[in-house]
T-cell receptor, first 113, second 112 residues
Framework: EAAVTQSPRNKVTVTGGNVTLSCRQT?????MYWYRQDTGHGLRLIHY???????QIGDVPDGYKATRTTQEDFFLLLELASPSQTSLYFC????????????FGEGSKLTVL | GEKVEQHESTLSVREGDSAVINCTYT??????FPWYKQEAGKSLHFVID?????DRKQSQRLTVLLDKKAKRFSLHITATQPEDSAIYFC???????????FGSGTQLTVMP
């Protein structure tokens, strides 16, 4: 079974704070993704990557940076967090570019006060 | 880019009845349509998909239908069980970026 692990699972910060969400996959997948889930919007793609050092912009990238340091590790960075970034964040991996099954992590709940 | 609309935000059925969840998409060139399930408080996992070279795919109690002319696809669940209660997300691949665009989700409740 494919494995995607996220940390932290819960995070509370204040407006203007600095947050890093981490994701590690042990599937040997090339593609990794960061989504946010909000009621009424479903899942929206923030950033994705198809390999170490690569970064692609998703549909809602404003206010987020990301970095893929290795094939296994993908980080999402919020350098000046705002209340509008309060959300449930999911990391996922796949071995195909959009036509392969996504394997999701357990999610990271971020609250920005 | 692709847009996916999921028409039912909530759906309630009696145990043993069938459930149908409908989605429409905008990108004529989209070719891949998966469905994901999210149980309460949990992550998402893949349930079934269909590609544009077929118009029907079945896996046990799940069937996906694809109508390319109408740009519509649907998930049919027969003989529903309480463990089918979850949020179901449809998605379509954007033909430009090849990334999945998700619908807003349908909360399915199967009542005993």
């Amino acid at each position: 079974e494919a494995a995607v692990t996220q940390s932290p699972r819960n995070k509370v910060t204040v407006t203007g704070g600095n947050v890093t969400l981490s994701c590690r996959q042990t599937n040997s997948h090339n593609y990794m993704y960061w989504y946010r889930q909000d009621t009424g919007h479903g899942l929206r793609l923030i950033h994705y990557s198809y390999g170490a050092g690569n970064l692609q912009i998703g549909d809602v990238p404003d206010g987020y940076k990301a970095t893929r340091t290795t094939q296994e590790d993908f980080f999402l960075l919020l350098e000046l967090a705002s209340p509008s970034q309060t959300s449930l964040y999911f990391c996922a991996s796949s071995d195909g570019r959009g036509t392969g099954q996504l394997y999701f992590g357990e999610g990271s709940k971020l609250t920005v006060l | 880019g692709e847009k996916v609309e999921q028409h039912e935000s909530t759906l309630s059925v009696r145990e043993g009845d069938s459930a149908v969840i409908n989605c429409t998409y905008t990108d004529t060139a989209s070719s891949y349509f998966p469905w994901y399930k999210q149980e309460a408080g949990k992550s998402l996992h893949f349930v079934i998909d269909i590609r544009s070279n077929v118009d029907r795919k079945q896996s046990q109690r799940l069937t996906v239908l694809l109508d390319k002319k109408a740009k519509r696809f649907s998930l049919h669940i027969t003989a529903t069980q309480p463990e089918d209660s979850a949020i179901y997300f449809c998605a379509a691949s954007d033909s430009g970026s090849w990334q999945l665009i998700f619908g807003s989700g349908t909360q399915l409740t199967v009542m005993p």
